[in-house]
Every structure is written in structure tokens, then in C-alpha cells.
């Protein structure tokens, strides 16, 4: 829909869609009372607009997922060709659109994985990825790093009363360890590559200590995405794998954020020698235009279950309209060559872009990432790395959104994250709004504006 076209409805505008938001929606994430949410009435490409058609940049791709963009045009003809076809149906049946999603996806898997199983999201992509590890080996350790985020899921199964509940109690369950981020490190590391093999170490360190016959998986975001850009130093991946190995666990890597483009890659893990043995994925697969994840199966994980049932199943494991969704996203990604536009993006426009505003704003510490994954991380002290507190940050959303620019905000970080889809024009003129926001919310400027 064009910003012309918008609804005649009386009460279709911004005031009415806060209301009704207030009056009855209950958000993710927040105290409800607090709660002033940003109207969206529309959106087209890199654009969305409110009822009363003020346009906003979205730097923000939604939450990170709209990769090909909003309303691209053979997405959503698919979807309304698949709903007019048929618009829902079992997940044990056989059905053409899902059997093509899952080619289109193994189409861009590591060389090796011959399977895909359909979620409604990441996180349950990441429960089952789990699941299938801990049938596989065994065991039911899950090592991850405090610095991700892999979705919010949990306790359903194990309410469960029927036969379902029993493969899947596990008594213990999850650890921690720190992954590499040089700028905050945890190792007292002067380089990557010292970041990189010291954290390798903790990480070994760690699992010899929990007790490698426990462990079933290390669990990685590729690059964790929501806790910052941490894009690992050369080797640490790799690395990772080789200890899996030496000790018989498996490697599962979340694509979720990372994947389908983001990372100018069609998945991150491409960027790097590293060979996982499942990878949980969502958002960009169909840039969230209809909610679906999975994960892929390497060919010895998928055999484990040859034979033997596997213990998890969702209604709407491969619906039709995510799948249609899946597959024209898939292909006009290939088509228009997105993944390479969002790599271009990265190493032209946004990354030299940012790097000039690291050198002249005082409030960035560091600015790292690629393709069009990008953190400015802010702070009150370059010297003392002491992040900004919630103050400055409100000041930077407020200066954004005047100047019709949609941030996405995480702690004391922008990430910049525009679909991959971005023109070089609408990448330049994002980086001068974020500038301009950032230097009115920098030390000093509201007692020189007076
Ligand atoms: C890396 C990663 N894994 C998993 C998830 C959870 O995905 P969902 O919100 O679709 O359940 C997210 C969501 O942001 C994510 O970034």
C-alpha cells in the first residue's frame, strides 16, 4: 500500500491505534503502564509511516527481520496466491510449498545437512536444535555464552503430562561461559587474537570442569546479534569446533539475527572455517512477513532419528503461508542478488560511514560489525569505556524519531540494521540523521544550545 492509498476508516489514525493498543495489548519485554509505543501504519522498502503518513527510515529492519525489506512485492503476492490456494494444513502431511521452503533453505546450508525441520520462531528453533542434540549424544549439558540471546521459550514440555513430557525432563540443563569481546574483555586481552584463544581456553576449561560425558552441545550465536555486533576474532569459531570435537559434543550455531543476509553472507557462519552440526534459524528466511523458523540438520544428526521418534512437533511446523513466504523471499533474495547488495552496503557505505563518526563523536566507544549489522556502542568516558546511561539514550531515540529516522536501541548501543535492501543514498542519509541525533544528545550540547 502507498503512502497515497492509505485506509479511509475514520479511526483509522495514530490516536485511535494507541488507544486501542493501551486499552488491551499486553507488550514483550515491559512494565505496561510505562508503555508509549511507536505507531506503524504502513511501510514499503526501507520506509515505514504512521496514519497521519509521517515517514520514518527503519534502521531498525522491525526487530532485525526485514531483510528483503517491507512489503516487497513477490513476498506478498506469494503469500496471497498460497492463502487463496490453501491456507493452512497438518504438519504430517506432505505438501509441495513446505518440501520447496526446506530445498530453498538447504540450497544456502554448510555443505553436509540434508534435512529441515519448521518452527513458528527462533526460539523454538533453538529448543528443538537443542532437543535433537541432547537425543543424539546423550547427554544434557548446553553450554552458551552469557552475551546472547536465543528466544523465550521453556517450561511447555516439561508441564506435559502425557508420553511427550518423558524424553525431554532433563535435570540439569544449561551453563554459561564468556565468548570474545575485545572492547569489554573479560580476558585482559590486548588483541583478537588473544580475545580468540582465551576465551577458547575458559571455554574448554569450562566444559573439562562441567564434565565432558555431561556436555551435549556448545550453543553460538555466529556473531551474537542483540548483545552487541560481537563479531568473533579470526579463529574462535573454528576453535570452537575443535574442542567439540575433542570431546564429542556437538557445535549448534544460531543463525536467527545473523542469518539469511544480515551479515552481507547468506549465513553468517559463511564468513568462517567453521563446520556446525545444526543451525536454528528465522527472521530473515522470510523477513517475518508470515512467523517461521527451523533448524537445519547435518545428515548424521537427522539419521539419529531414521529409526528412533522424534520427541517434538509444533501445529504449524512448516504452514503454508510461512512456507510460500520462505520460498519467494529465498528467491528474490538470489534474484535481485540482495546478499551482495547488503555486503556492498557494509563495506562502502556503513562501515566507513560509521568509522568517521567514531572518529567525531565523543559518545562512541567503538563501532564494529558488517554487511548491514552494524553497534555503535556509546559511552560517557572513551577513556574508561563507562557505557552512557538511560538518559542519554532516550535523548538519542527522541533526536532520531524528529528526524524520521527508526533506531533500534539495545542497552548503550544503536545497532544500525537496516534491511539488506537499503539503497547506498538511504545508508548515507540514516548515518547523517544518527550523527546529527547523536550530537545533540552528546556531552555538552544541551548547555551550548542554551
Ligand atoms: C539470535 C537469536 N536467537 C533466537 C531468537 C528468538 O527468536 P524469536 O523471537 O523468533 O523466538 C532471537 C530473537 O531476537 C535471536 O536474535
Known amino acids: 500500500m502507498s503512502i497515497d492509498q492509505r485506509p479511509a476508516h475514520a479511526e483509522d489514525d495514530d490516536a485511535t491505534a494507541l488507544s486501542l493498543d493501551r486499552a488491551h495489548v499486553f507488550h514483550s519485554w515491559s512494565a505496561q503502564a510505562r508503555l508509549s509505543p511507536f505507531v506503524v501504519a504502513g511501510g514499503s522498502g526501507s520506509h515505514v509511516w504512521d496514519h497521519a503518513g509521517r515517514r520514518y527510515l527503519d534502521f531498525s529492519s522491525q526487530l532485525v527481520n526485514t531483510n528483503v525489506g517491507h512489503q516487497h512485492p513477490r513476498v506478498v503476492a506469494a503469500i496471497q496466491e498460497q492463502a487463496a490456494t490453501l491456507a493452512t494444513v497438518a504438519p504430517s502431511t506432505a505438501s509441495l510449498v513446505r518440501g520447496r521452503a526446506a530445498q530453498k533453505v538447504l540450497e544456502h546450508a554448510p555443505a553436509g545437512f540434508s534435512s529441515v525441520f519448521f518452527t513458528n520462531g527462533g526460539a523454538d528453533a533453538v529448543e528443538n536444535a537443542i532437543r535433537m542434540a541432547r537425543l543424539h549424544t546423550g547427554r544434557d549439558k548446553v553450554v552458551s555464552t552469557y552475551r546472547s ?239 552512557v546511561g538511560a538518559d542519554v539514550m532516550a535523548r538519542v531515540k527522541a533526536g532520531c524519531l524528529a528526524r524520521g529516522l527508526l533506531p533500534f536501541l539495545a542497552e548503550n548501543r544503536v545497532h544500525v540494521v537496516p534491511p539488506c535492501v537499503v539503497t547506498a543514498d538511504e545508508a548515507a542519509e540514516g548515518l547523517a540523521l544518527l550523527a546529527e541525533a547523536l550530537a545533540e544528545a552528546g556531552p555538552g550540547a544541551h548547555v551550548a544550545r542554551g
Open 149 to 387: 540471546y536465543h528466544g523465550n521459550t521453556g517450561a511447555a514440555v516439561a508441564a506435559t503430562g502425557d508420553w511427550r513430557r518423558v524424553p525431554n525432563e532433563y535435570a540439569r540443563g544449561h551453563v554459561h561461559v564468556f565468548g570474545p569481546y575485545l572492547y569489554r574483555t573479560e580476558f585482559w586481552a590486548t588483541s583478537p587474537e588473544q580475545e580468540g584463544e582465551r576465551a577458547l581456553r575458559h571455554l574448554e576449561r569450562v566444559i573439562q570442569a562441567e564434565g565432558p560425558e555431561t556436555v551435549a552441545a556448545i550453543l553460538l550465536e555466529t556473531i551474537p546479534g542483540t548483545a552487541g555486533v560481537l563479531v568473533p576474532p579470526p579463529g574462535y569459531l573454528a576453535g570452537a569446533r575443535e574442542i567439540a570435537d575433542r570431546y564429542g559434543v556437538l557445535l549448534i550455531l544460531d543463525e536467527v539475527m545473523a542469518g539469511f543476509g544480515r551479515s552481507g553472507a547468506w549465513l553468517a557462519l559463511d564468513h568462517f572455517d567453521v563446520r556446525p552440526d545444526l543451525v536454528a534459524f528465522a527472521k530473515g528466511v522470510n523477513s517475518g512477513y508470515v512467523p517461521a523458523g527451523g533448524v537445519m540438520i547435518s545428515a548424521p544428526i537427522a539419521a539419529t532419528f531414521d529409526d528412533r521418534v522424534f520427541p517434538g512437533g509444533l501445529t504449524y511446523s512448516g504452514h503454508p503461508l510461512a512456507m510460500a513466504a520462505i520460498v519467494a523471499t529465498i528467491e528474490a533474495m538470489e534474484d535481485e542478488r540482495i546478499v551482495e547488495h547488503a555486503a556492498a552496503i557494509g563495506s562502502d557505505v556503513l562501515g566507513p560511514g560509521l568509522a568517521e563518526l567514531a572518529e567525531r563523536s565523543p559518545l562512541v566507544g567503538e563501532v564494529r560489525g558488517l554487511g548491514v549489522f552494524w553497534a555503535v556502542e556509546l559511552v560517557a568516558d572513551r577513556a574508561t569505556r563507562e557505557p
